[in-house]
């Protein structure tokens, strides 16, 4: 069984920005002047309208006029008689004195006017490229603004944490206190050592701030182990006793 391939092309909501821009830098490359043209379009759109309009009028008109003659020459034939017909060729039409005049006016109208000044295809082609650019370019601007908008949520993301880690070191000397009260880790409640570790009980990278609520000592292997992690998805991964670190968390007026 014989299977035909088919492939269908990628709409430009589904596309990426980077390959929508590859798309545009092709267009713009192969018409360089598209730019500007993009300014002049819609006074152009109407005047190549307008010329098309009128072009094909004139055509139009001079093929009426041939139709008009080779409809008189068959009528001709037709009503002919049989030896008249072998002298009546009704493939030449033939044009009156006023379809005459007529034609070489519209052929001198064509010459004159459109010879240099319309070009269908080298307008339709410069047209069909607007058109597309435009299209494109609805993709793009959206696309563009949302980008722009996660990069400066990135930044502001890193800002924040910045100042943040800043602020934890003022902190953290408000909150040393905590070893005296109670001298284990909160977390897994064995002895907090000689070199704790001050966490973020909600983490920094989650948008948790540096608050003496937020904060505590823990031992350095808890601090290891918790990283990033929320309160609740290091109980979860390490199987600790959630009531038991939130009945240390509570003497230590911490939230969570």
Same mark, same amino acid.
């Given at each position: 069984? *014989? +299977?035909?391939?088919?492939?269908?092309?990628?709409?430009?909501?589904?596309?990426?920005?980077?390959?929508?821009?590859?798309?545009?830098? /092709?267009? @713009?490359?192969? $018409?360089?002047?598209? /730019?500007? =043209?993009?300014? &002049? %379009?819609?006074?152009?759109?109407?005047?190549?309208?307008? &010329?098309? !309009?009128?072009?094909?009028?004139?055509?139009?008109?001079? #093929?009426?006029?041939?139709? $008009?003659?080779?409809?008189?020459?068959?009528?001709? =034939?037709?009503? *002919?008689?049989?030896?008249?017909?072998?002298?009546? !060729?009704?493939?030449?039409?033939?044009?009156?004195?006023?379809?005459?005049?007529? &034609?070489?006016? @519209?052929?001198?109208?064509?010459?004159?006017?459109?010879?240099?000044? %319309? #070009?269908?295809?080298?307008?339709?082609?410069?047209?069909?490229?607007?058109?597309?650019?435009?299209?494109?370019?609805? %993709?793009?601007?959206?696309?563009?603004?949302?980008?722009?908008?996660?990069?400066?949520?990135?930044?502001?993301?890193?800002? +924040?944490?910045?100042?943040?880690?800043?602020?934890?070191?003022?902190?953290?000397?408000?909150?040393?206190?905590?070893?005296?009260? #109670?001298?284990?880790?909160?977390?897994?409640? $064995?002895?907090?050592?000689?070199?704790?570790?001050?966490? =973020?009980?909600?983490?920094? *990278?989650?948008?948790?701030?540096?608050?003496?609520?937020?904060?505590?000592?823990?031992?350095?292997?808890?601090?290891?182990?918790?990283?990033? @992690?929320?309160?609740?998805?290091?109980?979860?991964? %390490?199987?600790? !006793?959630?009531?038991?670190?939130?009945?240390?968390?509570?003497? &230590? $007026?911490?939230?969570?």
């Amino acid at each position: 069984m *014989a +299977y035909r391939h088919t492939s269908r092309k990628t709409p430009y909501s589904k596309m990426t920005l980077a390959k929508l821009k590859e798309i545009e830098a /092709e267009i @713009l490359q192969k $018409n360089p002047n598209i /730019e500007r =043209h993009l300014t &002049l %379009y819609p006074e152009d759109e109407k005047r190549i309208l307008g &010329l098309k !309009n009128e072009h094909q009028r004139i055509q139009d008109r001079i #093929d009426q006029i041939w139709k $008009n003659a080779s409809n008189r020459k068959q009528q001709e =034939h037709n009503a *002919a008689g049989f030896f008249q017909k072998l002298f009546i !060729n009704k493939n030449q039409p033939e044009l009156t004195e006023s379809e005459l005049t007529e &034609l070489a006016s @519209l052929r001198q109208t064509l010459e004159t006017k459109f010879k240099y000044g %319309y #070009d269908s295809n080298k307008y339709q082609a410069a047209f069909d490229a607007n058109e597309r650019l435009k299209r494109l370019r609805q %993709y793009i601007s959206p696309k563009e603004q949302k980008e722009a908008k996660r990069k400066t949520e990135r930044a502001v993301i890193a800002a +924040y944490h910045g100042k943040s880690r800043e602020l934890a070191g003022q902190v953290k000397s408000e909150i040393r206190k905590q070893t005296k009260i #109670d001298s284990h880790c909160p977390y897994c409640g $064995n002895d907090i050592g000689s070199d704790p570790h001050c966490d =973020h009980i909600y983490p920094v *990278a989650k948008g948790g701030l540096s608050t003496p609520q937020n904060m505590v000592y823990v031992c350095a292997d808890c601090n290891m182990k918790k990283t990033a @992690l929320t309160l609740t998805q290091f109980i979860k991964k %390490y199987g600790y !006793n959630r009531s038991d670190i939130e009945h240390r968390l509570e003497i &230590l $007026n911490k939230e969570y």
